[in-house]
C-alpha cells in the first residue's frame, strides 16, 4: 500500500479510539479526520466540502426539521395519554414496542424516545416496577422501525448516497420494509419472551428513587433563625437527624477547610445531599433557605411547576454552567438541585458543569413549560399533569409528514426535495416556530455527516478498500458470496459499536461494493447488509442515541445491554443471512 493508505489507517485507528473514548464531540472528531485529509494531501479542498453538499446531509436535515414539527404540534399526545392507562409492566414493554417500531419508521428515534421516556417513567413510578425492566426494550424499538423505510434513520439514507455515488440504482423508500417488519417482528418477540428475562433485576421498585433521581445535591443557606447557627455540622447530627448528608461549608467564596469541625455562621452555605422530600423537610425544620430558588422573584399570580429533567444526548448544555446555557438565562426557570449517575458533585451549582444523564430538579412558570418540553437539549422526566390535545397544528404537521412519505414514495420527487418542501410546509402552517428548527437541529449528525463523508473518498482513493478486500476475501477462501456477506455484516456490527452508526456506514460501503465485485455479485446485497448493521446497535449504551438516553434514566450497567444485546445482534445477523439474498439476489436474473 502507498504512504497515503497507510496514513489513512492510522486516522481511522485514531478516530475509532476517540469515538469509543468519547473525550471529544463525535463532529469535532468528525472535523478533525477532515482537516487531516486535507492537509496531507489525500483529498481535495472540493472533495472535502463535498459531503456538506450531500444528499443524505441535505435529507437528514429536513428529516430532523420534519420530525421537530411532529414533536412539536403534538401529534403522538394522544397515543400518549392512552399508554397512560396500562397497569401492568409486561403490556406496557410490548405496547410501546409496537407503537414506537412503526413510528421509527417515519419520525426521529431520539424524539421518540425522548417523548415515551418520561410516560414509561411515570407509569414504572404508579406501578411499582424498575424502569429498566421497558426502556432498553423501547430504546431497541426505535432501532427496529428506524430500519423499515430508508428515511428512517441516517445511516439508511447515507447507504443509499454513497451507493448511487459509487454507480448503483438508489433504493426506494419502501424498500426495506418487508426485511424491517420481519426482523422487527422477530426482536419484539425475543425481547418479550427471552429477552425480559435478560433484563437487569438488580434496580428494586421500591429503590428506584433511592438509587436514581433521589439523591440531589443543593445549596441551603443558613438564617439568623436557624437553629444549626454556632453548632458544627458534627455535633448537628444530619445524617441521624433529618436523613440530610453534608457535602461543604461554604462561607463567601471560601471552602472550609474542616468543616464536620467549623461551627455554622448565619449566612453560610451547606453543600447537601439527599432525596429531595428530606432536603425539603431539613430546609423548612432548620430555617434554612435554599440558595438558587432565592434568586428568583416569586410572583403569585405565576404558579409555579416543579419538574424533573435530563440532559439529553447530543444536547447544546454538555459540558457548560448552568448561567450558559438557555436554561440558566430564562427568567422564568432556576435550577434546585442536580443529580449525577455515580457521582457526588461537590461544586456549588452555578460552577457546575453539565454531562449528559444529569437530572436537573428545575422550578418553573407553568406558562414556561412548553418551552421546557419542545427544548432538544433537555427531556422532561417528571411534572404536573397537564392536559394537552389534539390540536389542528398537530394534524396539518401529520397529514405534510404522511405527504413527504407518499410523494417520495412513489418517486415523483427526490427524497431530499420532498423533505424540504414538508420541512418549508410545516414552517409556512406554523406546526414549529421560526427559531425551533435552529435550535431543535441536531448539529453534531449534520457536521458529522458532512465531515465524515470525504473518508469515504479517501479510502477509494488510496487504494485502501481493494487491500481491504484482499485480505478479506483471502480469509473468506472458496466459501461463496454468503460467507462475505457474513463478514461485511460482522465487521459493520462491530465497527459500529465502536465509533457509532454513520462512520461505521461511511467506512464499510465502498468495502462492500469492492467485496461485491470481487465476488461477482450484485452489490445490492451487501449495501443492505451495512445498513441494517449499522442501523440495529444493541450491544452497548454507546453505539446509538436512543440507548445512551435509556442508560441514564434507567440505572442500567454497561454489561446489561451487552448481555440483551448481543443474542439480539446475533439474531439478527441470522435472520439477514437468511433474508438479504432472498430480498436481493447475489445474481439477479
Known amino acids: 500500500m502507498s504512504w497515503q493508505a497507510w496514513a489513512v489507517v492510522a486516522i481511522i485507528a485514531v478516530a475509532m479510539v476517540l469515538f469509543a473514548s468519547e473525550k471529544l464531540r463525535v463532529d469535532l472528531v468528525a472535523l478533525l479526520i477532515l482537516a487531516a485529509l486535507v492537509v496531507l494531501g489525500i483529498v481535495s479542498p472540493d472533495e472535502a466540502l463535498s459531503g456538506f453538499s450531500n444528499e443524505a446531509t441535505v435529507t437528514v436535515a429536513a428529516m430532523f426539521a420534519l420530525s421537530i414539527g411532529i414533536e412539536r404540534s403534538g401529534v403522538l399526545e394522544p397515543l400518549s395519554r392512552l399508554l397512560m392507562r396500562i397497569r401492568q409492566p409486561w403490556l406496557l414493554t410490548l405496547t410501546m414496542m409496537l407503537v414506537i417500531a412503526p413510528l421509527g419508521a ?322 409556512l402552517t406554523g406546526c414549529f416556530g421560526r427559531k425551533d428548527v435552529y435550535e431543535g437541529m441536531d448539529w453534531k449528525i449534520i457536521v458529522l455527516l458532512g465531515a465524515i463523508l470525504p473518508l469515504g473518498t479517501a479510502i477509494e482513493k488510496t487504494g485502501l478498500s481493494h487491500a481491504v478486500v484482499h485480505a478479506g476475501i483471502s480469509l473468506i477462501g472458496n466459501h461463496g458470496p454468503l460467507a462475505a456477506l457474513l463478514m461485511v455484516y460482522l465487521l459493520t456490527a462491530l465497527l459500529t459499536e465502536l465509533m457509532g452508526h454513520n462512520p461505521s456506514v461511511v467506512l464499510m460501503v465502498g468495502i462492500a461494493i469492492s467485496v461485491a465485485h470481487a465476488m461477482h455479485a450484485d452489490p445490492h446485497p451487501f449495501v443492505v447488509a451495512v445498513a441494517f448493521a449499522a442501523a440495529t446497535s444493541f450491544a452497548t449504551p454507546v453505539g446509538y442515541p436512543t440507548n445512551t438516553m435509556v442508560y441514564y434514566a434507567g440505572g442500567y450497567r454497561f454489561t446489561d445491554f451487552m448481555k440483551v444485546g448481543i443474542p439480539l445482534i446475533a439474531l439478527f445477523c441470522t435472520l439477514s443471512m437468511w433474508l438479504i439474498p432472498r430480498f436481493w439476489p447475489f445474481y439477479p436474473g
Open 106 to 427: 417515519f419520525v426521529k428515534n431520539i424524539a421518540l424516545v425522548a417523548t415515551f421516556l418520561p410516560l414509561a417513567l411515570r407509569v414504572c413510578q404508579r406501578t411499582g416496577t424498575s424502569p429498566a425492566r421497558v426502556l432498553m426494550p423501547m430504546a431497541y424499538a426505535a432501532q427496529m422501525g428506524g430500519v423499515c423505510t430508508l428515511i428512517g434513520t441516517s445511516s439508511n439514507l447515507l447507504a443509499d448516497s454513497l451507493a448511487q455515488k459509487s454507480g448503483l440504482p438508489g433504493f426506494g423508500v419502501f424498500e426495506f420494509t418487508g426485511m424491517g417488519m420481519l426482523l422487527a417482528v422477530a426482536g419484539i418477540a425475543y425481547l418479550m419472551l427471552v429477552g425480559r428475562w435478560l433484563l437487569p433485576r438488580h434496580i428494586e421498585a421500591d429503590d428506584i428513587e433511592e438509587v436514581e433521581i433521589g439523591k440531589y445535591v443543593t445549596e441551603l443557606a443558613l438564617t439568623a433563625q436557624s437553629p444549626l447557627v454556632g453548632r458544627s455540622i458534627g455535633e448537628a447530627q444530619l445524617g441521624e437527624r433529618y436523613g440530610v448528608y453534608p457535602l461543604e461549608l461554604l462561607r463567601g467564596e471560601r471552602r472550609m477547610w474542616s468543616p464536620r469541625s467549623q461551627q455554622m455562621e448565619a449566612g453560610d452555605v451547606l453543600l447537601v445531599r439527599g432525596n429531595w422530600e428530606k432536603i425539603e423537610d431539613f430546609q423548612r425544620r432548620a430555617h434554612l433557605t435554599n440558595v438558587p430558588e432565592s434568586r428568583y422573584v416569586r410572583d403569585a399570580n405565576h404558579p409555579r411547576v416543579l419538574a424533573e429533567i435530563m440532559v439529553a444526548p447530543a444536547s447544546l448544555a454538555e459540558g457548560r454552567r448552568l448561567d450558559e446555557t438557555d436554561l440558566g438565562r430564562r427568567p422564568g426557570a432556576v435550577v434546585l438541585a442536580i443529580h449525577r449517575r455515580g457521582q457526588v458533585l461537590r461544586d456549588k451549582l452555578s460552577d457546575t458543569s453539565l454531562a449528559v444523564g444529569d437530572v436537573l430538579l428545575v422550578l418553573v412558570d407553568e406558562d414556561g413549560m412548553p418551552q421546557l418540553r419542545n427544548d432538544d437539549a433537555f427531556i422532561v422526566l417528571s411534572e404536573r399533569d397537564d392536559s394537552r390535545r389534539m390540536s389542528r397544528k398537530a394534524i396539518v404537521a401529520a397529514a405534510i409528514m404522511a405527504g413527504v412519505v407518499v410523494v417520495s414514495g412513489l418517486r415523483w420527487l427526490p427524497i431530499p426535495v420532498a423533505a424540504i418542501c414538508g420541512a418549508a410546509m410545516m414552517a
